[in-house]
């Protein structure tokens, strides 16, 4: 559409009192004017975009139509107000026309008038309503507010988190430790304001790193290759010689035979270990240095350890650089030289003489993660492409159409002329093009390499989103491809919802899609204020020159992550529907507990690994890649093991410390007994409360008397028990095999099994398994 | 005090998850006994199969390279392709149809809509195509039949969501089941409890009335939701003690037989309602026949070895099987050797009051989906409907019993009455 069909249609219904009421007049130039709140909501977030958009854009079914849309769903800030604009003049546009005195919208969007799509709505449903609404709103402007002038505000009825406990959640979460001290005095002076700067600090420890890799591996998954890593990263053809470099290295001083043997297996094993981290080393390397987080598509370097880099064959340039050449796992930036083959053939072509590096997309390992195949032709690595770094799915929800085989079946090339199939592989076809030069299916072999006879020509050209490849770009299509993807303004947003995930463990909302649903419109608004937020901390991301760091901080001040309960009973199901999402309530996953149980009693349970984690919902990065959201009786089983194991660890081991250095009991003694010492005991249980639970319980609250009936009441029960023996359980003794250990397990009052119980009752509460 | 904590748990693990559920109505039949049964066992062959070598053979317009239309098999009312000669291990459809063909009943030309993996297995596992929020069939009927079965739903890979309806579990092998059976005991060894039995009590008293304490409290939905599925599971989880006595002594290599056994134990210690079992790699672009031929034998020896295991198991009877894939393959090959998807299918059940020695719609020469009147169960070209897997799962949700479940009708999948298939079990 013209720019000033734009202008004259915006100062028309400007004019006609199309603006809505409840916006107040607009002093700026037409053309600028912010769209309704009834258009983003009603007209465009429950029709426009589930029903027309799909067909009626640039590389849709009818995109030869007048009547043509533009997809706002990554967009933020001007961009997205201004394709709101364009959108709400193609509708208005359309709303306008008549056709025999009725409007051609409607007759259009239930068939008639030869409208491609044939029927999309029903007369009598939701969306068709909608869209009769806007078009009276334009053609007799009586506008009604989109959204509930006496809905509550969103957060109304919800308790947040206060600081301190906003501070142990943020801690555990990043960095997998209680609060210091310090840094609980520094919330109890100053607030919440104290938190940023307390989160620069603990930004800078290892532990976050630790799970900062975690986090984003269970998003791009690169831990999951196949095979090992010495040979499905490093391929014989480009590494041929370097990448076996351990079977050769010398552990002739190490004179015992099975010994060497397993020196040599240890060698390899932290060699494939570091190939294999080295994905997720550049996004710490990203992180910990306040690098442009767009560095995961545009670095010009990868992480290499000194293990690592004898594979690739830079040990020798790089060893004086390493602080500990002989650490697997001490990474360094560095620049690969173009890839030389056996053959002159597979030799990599660059204008540079430098490998074209592009962050993530052109490291081996994601490569090899997402391989292609002869009939799968990059477009598996496209989609991951989409989905990783600008937040799309594309097979997510795939459009049902009438006969999807009858479609296959009329074209010689369905991708390129089936409007169905055109539709996406318009878009995701050029992207796989662009990893053209990576057509090796055995990675083993190679991963680099040319196909003969050059790039399928049954496939749209590779580019993006419109824009054709340069030839001249060709040896460095992905690093062209990471330019482009920096300036996307998806990009952002998709950081930030990785962010929540790594945060809350889950998805970040999609958009309700039933509008007969009575409860469409509360699920809305959930989706709609959630992504809010994303887009604001996504329009901060972008102007802090993407510090990540930015990102976890402002999610942390957020309403969304700040969420701690309710203050008054839920009745309204739409309210109900509304917050529904909301709470990060999240199990944790195997990882996260065992560091949970390392913080509160100073050493992790170290059993959920192996199988353990995988029963316990975790994931192994290849076949299962979704964590675990509820706990099965499986995991149940595995919860009442743990509270029962780390309890049996810790209580007697503890009492066995002077007073001082007890972490759990540091104000009561074995001797203490309820009857006598009721006042020390009902602190110690507060203390533990806010220890395991993070609980800020008074001495007299409901919960602490719970706790205290419990371990009161084993106390009185073992009174009259007979034949109790008189000290603690043989398994639960602490370094029950030496001397003095008989002393150490004294338990004549049988108070010390009576806190092992309390402490394997406060292991199972939600408080502690979940975050 | 396990019984009351049942039936706390008896909402707990699908009360909360919906919230128009009063609790009463969820927890009227608390059970203390082990699940009896149906169990319901799906079986996916992923990455889509070629049902032209199985139960819908063409053998005409080259969609067939290994026989002709004239080598095509009979067993009752099947015909099916002729595989014994071709097959790399396995088990042959000659065996396979000697064997069940008088229990099976098969659907052909069920049309998946779509022909790329992810929203094609989506849309087979539930019923519904346009949202990732669904549950899946198996997942479904596990929270309305079994929701405090510690087990309830078990997956071994495929797609599956549980709409937040119940857990799902995933046991990567069955030993580690032997593990986790006596929770409270030192290494599982119940000589050695952690606590005294008077001290144990006391602690599960504590939680429940924690429990109860939090359910008076005004709660998020997912803290609610949370709170409930985690009592549930510990509480629940103490029922897996039955599984250990069916833990076979030595473990299978073949990887169905694997999860088969995994599933089997649960089914037959009452702790599981439904298992999701599949193995993958059908998606043979590259060269179709020797990947179906390796496969598809495998995939039925699978199967074989379920029914045979169950059989001696005693719970066969109770078996309700669903033998399904996210997509067919084209009726031409490539040009290479392989094929690539299509959209058009067939689906084989078994199960108690399933008619079997069955075939129900149709594809014609050129595997395109004949049309069916969902009410004649005849083909109708000219009124007939194209059957999509919404239909089919109207259809089982119908067949176990749950589609006027409070927690079925939270998904309703907008088939329209007209379109329902009628008497499909026979």
């Known amino acids: 559409m013209p720019a000033r069909t734009i202008l004259f249609l915006t100062l028309w219904m400007a004019g006609t009192g199309l603006i809505p009421a409840q916006d107040k007049p607009y002093a700026g130039a037409a053309c600028a004017r912010p769209v309704d709140d009834f258009f983003k909501d009603d007209v465009w977030g429950k029709v426009g975009s589930q029903k027309c958009l799909t067909c009626h854009q640039k590389g849709g079914d009818a995109e030869e139509s007048q009547f043509i849309l533009k997809d706002i769903a990554k967009l933020t800030g001007e961009a997205k107000e201004t394709a709101h604009r364009q959108n709400r003049n193609a509708f208005a546009t359309m709303a306008e026309r008549k056709h025999k005195d009725q409007s051609r919208l409607l007759l259009k969007v239930v068939g008639e008038l030869d409208h491609g799509g044939d029927a999309v709505l029903k007369a009598d449903s939701e969306a068709y309503k909608i869209l009769a609404k806007f078009v009276g709103r334009v053609n007799a402007p009586a506008p009604a507010p989109a959204i509930d002038p006496k809905a509550p505000p969103f957060f109304e009825g919800v308790s947040m988190a206060e600081p301190r406990k906003l501070l142990r959640r943020a801690t555990l979460s990043l960095a997998g430790r209680l609060p210091t001290e310090a840094e609980l005095k520094t919330v109890e002076r100053d607030g919440a304001s104290a938190l940023p700067a307390i989160l620069d600090a603990v930004m800078t420890e290892d532990a976050f790193y630790d799970r900062l890799r975690e986090g984003f591996n269970d998003i791009f998954l690169t831990l999951g290759i196949d095979g090992n890593a010495d040979a499905s990263v490093l391929s014989y053809e480009h590494f041929e010689k370097t990448r076996l470099w351990y079977q050769k290295y010398d552990l002739s001083h190490i004179k015992d035979e099975n010994a060497r043997r397993q020196a040599g297996y240890k060698l390899a094993n932290d060699y494939r270990k570091a190939l294999l981290g080295e994905p997720m080393k550049l996004i710490e390397h990203i992180v910990r240095n306040d690098r442009p987080f767009t560095e995961i598509v545009t670095a010009d370097y990868i992480m290499v350890s000194p293990y690592s880099a004898r ?28 890839l030389k083959g056996r053959s002159k053939e597979n030799h990599q072509d660059s204008a540079t003489g430098d490998y074209p590096h592009a962050g993530l997309l052109a490291q081996f390992q994601y490569l090899a993660r997402y391989p292609t195949t002869e009939t799968n032709r990059n477009r598996l690595r496209a989609r991951m492409y989409y989905q990783h770094f600008l937040g799309i799915d594309v097979l997510e929800l795939a459009a049902r159409v009438s006969d999807a085989a009858a479609a296959q079946a009329k074209f010689k090339v369905p991708t390129m002329e089936a409007a169905e199939c055109v539709v996406c592989h318009r878009t995701l076809d050029p992207v796989a093009g662009l990893f053209q030069d990576y057509w090796r299916f055995d990675s083993n072999f190679a991963l680099y390499g040319k196909r003969k006879g050059g790039w399928f020509t049954d496939m749209f050209a590779a580019g993006f989103e419109g824009e054709e490849l340069p030839k001249p770009e060709r040896w460095r299509a992905l690093q062209w491809l990471g330019e482009r993807t920096a300036k996307d303004p998806r990009f952002a947003v998709a950081m930030v919802e990785h962010a929540w995930y790594l945060l809350s463990g889950r998805k970040a909302l999609l958009p309700p899609k039933d509008l007969d649903d009575p409860l469409f419109a509360a699920k809305y608004r959930a989706y709609r204020e959630q992504r809010k937020t994303i887009e604001a901390i996504a329009g901060k991301f972008s102007q802090s020159h993407f510090n990540f760091k930015l990102v976890l901080k402002e999610w942390i001040a957020s309403d969304f992550y700040r969420v701690d309960g309710l203050a008054t009973e839920l009745k309204d199901p739409k309210r109900r529907a509304e917050l529904d999402d909301l709470g990060i309530v999240r199990l944790l996953a195997p990882e996260q507990l065992e560091r949970k149980v390392g913080a509160v009693f100073g050493a992790k349970w170290n059993r959920l690994d192996g199988e353990m984690a995988k029963l316990y919902g975790g994931i192994d990065s290849q076949e299962v890649t979704e964590r675990a959201a509820d706990p099965s009786g499986a995991m149940g089983a595995i919860q009442r093991i743990l509270s029962n194991d780390v309890a049996c660890r810790n209580v007697a081991k503890d009492f066995a410390r002077p007073a001082k250095e007890r972490m759990l009991f540091a104000g009561v003694e074995p001797g203490d007994l309820p009857d006598v010492d009721e006042k020390k005991i009902r602190a110690a249980i507060v203390h533990l409360h806010e220890r395991i639970l993070g609980r800020h319980d008074q001495p007299d609250s409901a919960e602490v008397d719970r706790t205290f009936k419990l371990f009161a009441g084993i106390v009185a029960d073992a009174k009259e028990q007979k034949g109790l023996d008189k000290r603690e359980s043989y398994y639960c003794r602490p370094e029950r095999d030496t001397p003095g250990a008989n002393e150490k397990a004294a338990d004549p009052h049988y108070t010390i099994r009576a806190w092992r119980a309390v402490v394997t009752y406060l292991l199972r509460r939600p408080e502690f398994l979940y975050e | 005090m396990r019984r009351d904590f049942l039936k706390l748990c008896g909402f707990a693990g699908l009360g909360f998850a919906v919230p128009f559920v009063h609790p009463k109505t969820a927890s009227a039949a608390p059970k203390d006994e082990p699940y009896a049964g149906p169990y319901y066992v799906v079986f996916n062959a ?89 549950p899946t069939f198996a997942a479904l009927v596990a929270a309305c039949r079994g929701p405090d079965c510690p087990l309830a739903f078990l997956t071994f890979g495929n797609y599956s969501n549980t709409g937040n309806l119940v857990a799902m579990s995933r046991v990567p092998y069955l030993p580690s089941l032997q593990k986790i059976a006596n929770a409270d005991a030192v290494e599982g060894n119940l000589r050695a409890p952690y606590h005294d039995p008077f001290a144990l009590d006391r602690i599960e008293q504590a939680l429940k009335e924690s429990q109860d304490a939090r359910n008076r409290t005004p709660r998020l939905p997912r803290e609610e939701r949370g709170e ?99 997509m067919g393959r084209t009726p031409m090959y490539n040009s290479g050797n392989g094929k690539d998807h299509w959209s058009i299918g067939s689906i084989l059940f078994l199960g108690p009051k399933i008619r079997g020695n069955r075939v129900l719609g149709a594809t014609d020469d050129k595997q395109f989906a004949v049309p069916f009147d969902p009410k004649s169960l005849a083909l109708d070209k000219d009124k007939g409907i194209r059957v999509r897997p919404e239909h089919v799962h109207e259809a089982l949700r119908e067949y176990a019993g749950i589609a006027e479940h409070a927690m079925a009708k939270k998904f309703p999948l907008g088939v329209a009455e007209k379109e329902r298939l009628t008497n499909f079990w026979g």
């Open chain 1, 311 to 338: 594979g690739y064959g830079v040990f020798d340039q790089l060893k004086d650089q390493f602080k500990n050449p002989d650490d697997p796992f001490e990474y360094l930036p560095v620049k690969l030289k173009a």
């Open chain 2, 228 to 326: 409930s599925m985690l009592y549930a599971a510990q509480v629940n989880s103490k029922a897996l003690a039955r599984v250990t006595q069916y833990i076979p002594k030595s473990v299978p290599k073949e990887r169905m037989a694997q999860q088969a056994e995994i599933a089997l134990a649960s089914f037959k210690a009452g702790v599981c309602v439904s298992a999701n079992l599949t193995i993958g790699q059908f998606d043979s672009h590259a060269n179709n026949d020797a990947d179906q031929m390796k496969l598809i034998p495998e995939f039925l020896a699978g199967i074989d070895y379920f029914l045979r295991r169950a059989e001696e198991l005693k719970i066969r009877e109770q078996l309700v099987v669903v033998v399904q894939s996210e």
């Open chain 2, 46 to 134: 992923s990455g889509g199969w070629d049902t032209t070598y199985l139960m819908d053979p063409k053998g005409v317009n080259e969609i067939n390279r290994l026989y002709k239309e004239g080598d095509i098999l009979t067993k009752g009312a099947h015909k099916y392709a002729p595989t014994a000669k071709t097959a790399k291990g396995g088990m042959s459809n000659e065996d396979f149809y000697a064997k069940y063909g008088s229990e099976l009943f098969a659907f052909n030309g069920l049309d998946y809509s779509v022909n790329n993996h992810s929203p094609g297995a989506r849309y087979m596992a539930t019923g519904k195509l346009d949202s990732l929020a669904y």
